[in-house]
């Protein structure tokens, strides 16, 4: 309980957790880990059953914190299923946040992502010609397509980005 009132947490990554500490102390006591195997299932069910650990909602709350950090949503799907978020779900999050924000999610984020950085039309104009490629890998680690990249990093200012027609 203590964990979940510290982070925010899917069903699969709590029992990974967890584990973690069943295996420690299996390890450490000299006793059998498929009690504390059996005890974690039975928490994390009854967890479940009284509303505390929720997918669903972890998924569509956290797609939407990465995404106004700036992650695309091929990495905000990737960082949900490390945290063992089933594919539907992250799918219907997904979703829940296009609906929300609009059709290019990607190019919103992107946006947010640059901002933050203060790279493309946020750096001073002098340093971002000789700063465009860096600019651009910049946006591309992130997962961003190199169309959406291109976009972002050669808009004249910010306020062509930030009008409500680009997204």
Do not use: C
């Amino acid at each position: 309980m203590h964990y979940l009132e510290r982070y925010a947490s899917s069903a699969e990554n709590l029992r990974r957790v967890l584990m973690r500490r069943v295996y420690r102390s299996a390890e450490l006591h000299g006793t059998d880990a498929a009690a504390g195997e059996k005890a974690v299932s039975d928490l994390i069910d009854r967890y479940r059953r009284a509303g505390l650990l929720d997918d669903k909602a972890y998924a569509t709350a956290r797609a939407a914190g990465l995404h106004r950090q700036g992650k695309s949503a091929r990495a905000i799907r990737q960082t949900l299923s490390l945290k063992g978020v089933e594919e539907e779900t992250v799918t219907a999050a997904l979703e829940e946040l296009r609906e929300e924000v609009g059709s290019e999610t990607d190019l919103a984020a992107a946006v947010n992502y640059a901002r933050r950085r203060r790279i493309g039309p946020w750096r001073p104009e002098e340093n971002r010609e000789s700063n465009r490629e860096r600019d651009l890998a910049a946006l591309g680690r992130q997962g961003f397509s190199y169309d959406i990249a291109r976009k972002v990093i050669e808009a004249g200012t910010p306020d062509d980005l930030e009008r409500e027609d680009v997204y």
